[in-house]
């Protein structure tokens, strides 16, 4: 990140450090679990997913791409949908960033991203990695070009790519984390609220650095009834740092019945089954 940005971000620790400084969790909506929105959809590709990284087959042959890394969004909102927070990215055009190589076959733009995260820092990521939870988990939306439209591309199994960034408050990574987001988190306390970034992220701020170090396999939406198994999932293995202060922040985030999201809308682990995983490099001690 250039100097000139990480300086806008200094005075803005202290104020989230004072803000969040008596944060309790009483007064807590309870964990949606039966009453989950895909609870009652059951296939052969559904997901989240346990990911034993020393099951990955390494069989990916080309490197992942992701273009435009360090262009600023034109727009980015940030919007509290009652059980979690998720918004829309718009970039000039020329700049959208995009993804390829890997496994995939084709190109895919980024749309839109979802955050997930839990009431403590060992729990929170939908996925769990090597017998893992993290404490939260991003999930950064790209459309296949060849639809015209999210909702065409929900439609078809090559539809979306789900990059999936694990979020971890021990980690040592260089990355921004959620710090980009923290201004918003203010402004979206009631649920159906939503606020428009004065300074957006690059998607560079939002990844850790190591970008080929990922599991891949085919599975389907979490939080978007009816869960459309439409979805290549690209799990990056190296955590992105998060701060507690941040998470403290998302935690006082009110449902429509103004009771805390001290977790949000997280699906239970699907069955992976015979469903192969993808890696670049073989998992280091298998």
């Known amino acids: 990140m250039p100097a000139a940005r990480r300086s806008r971000w200094r005075p803005l620790l202290a104020v989230l450090l004072t803000a969040v400084g008596g944060a309790t969790h009483e007064h807590c909506a309870p964990p ?12 052969l590709r559904q997901s989240p997913v346990a990911i034993d990284s020393c099951r990955a087959t390494a069989d990916v042959h080309r490197p992942l791409r992701i273009s435009n890394l360090d262009a600023i969004p034109r727009r980015m909102t940030v919007d509290n949908t009652g059980d979690r927070v998720a918004g829309d990215v718009f970039w000039a055009p020329g700049e ?16 839109l991203y979802d955050l997930h995260w839990g ?16 404490a939260g988990e991003l999930h950064l939306g790209f459309k296949n070009i060849k639809y015209a439209t999210v909702e065409e591309a929900l439609l078809h199994a090559d539809g979306v790519v789900a990059l999936a960034v694990l979020l971890d408050v021990q980690t040592r990574s260089p990355g921004r984390g959620l710090t980009a ?12 609220s939503s606020a428009e970034l ?21 599975g389907s939406f979490t939080s978007v009834p009816p869960c459309r198994e439409a979805a290549t999932w ?6 992105l740092r998060v701060l507690e202060l941040e998470l ?5 985030l009110r449902d429509p019945s103004g009771q805390n999201i001290c977790t949000s809308l997280n699906r239970q ?4 089954a015979s469903r192969p995983l993808h890696t670049k490099h073989a998992h280091r001690g298998c």
């Open 181 to 192: 987001l923290a201004p918003a988190l203010f402004q979206i306390r009631e649920a159906a």
């Open 234 to 239: 690209i799990v990056l293995l190296e955590p």
């Open 269 to 272: 682990l699907q069955p992976l």
């Open 119 to 134: 009431a403590n820092s060992s729990s929170g990521s939908e996925h769990l990695v090597n017998g893992r939870s993290y």
């Open 198 to 218: 004065v300074s957006p992220p690059t998607l560079r701020e939002l990844l850790p650095r190591q970008l080929q170090r990922y599991v891949q396999y085919e």
């Open 96 to 111: 959208i960033p995009t993804i390829t190589g890997g496994r995939l076959r084709g190109q895919f733009v980024y749309e």
């Open 248 to 252: 403290e922040l998302l935690r006082q």
């Open 32 to 43: 949606v679990i039966e009453g989950h929105p895909c609870s009652d959809v059951s296939g």
